[in-house]
């Protein structure tokens, strides 16, 4: 399988580790939908958030 067939397949890099921080916040699987969703952005607000 190629890389790119992977990528259009598979779940982003982004959107795992939005998944995960939201899950680690929230403990809401609705949450970690919606933050999977929004992917780099909801990672960029966190780390933002983070270290204001």
């Known amino acids: 399988m190629k ?3 992977v990528a ?3 779940i982003t890099f982004g959107s ?3 998944i995960a921080i939201s899950w ?3 403990h809401s699987i609705i949450w970690a ?3 999977g969703f ?3 952005l909801y990672v960029i ?3 933002l958030m983070r270290a204001a």
């Open 3 to 5: 890389n790119n067939d």
């Open 8 to 10: 259009k397949h598979g």
């Open 16 to 18: 795992a580790l939005a």
């Open 24 to 26: 680690s916040q929230h």
């Open 33 to 35: 939908i919606i933050h």
């Open 38 to 40: 929004f992917s780099w």
């Open 45 to 47: 607000y966190y780390a």
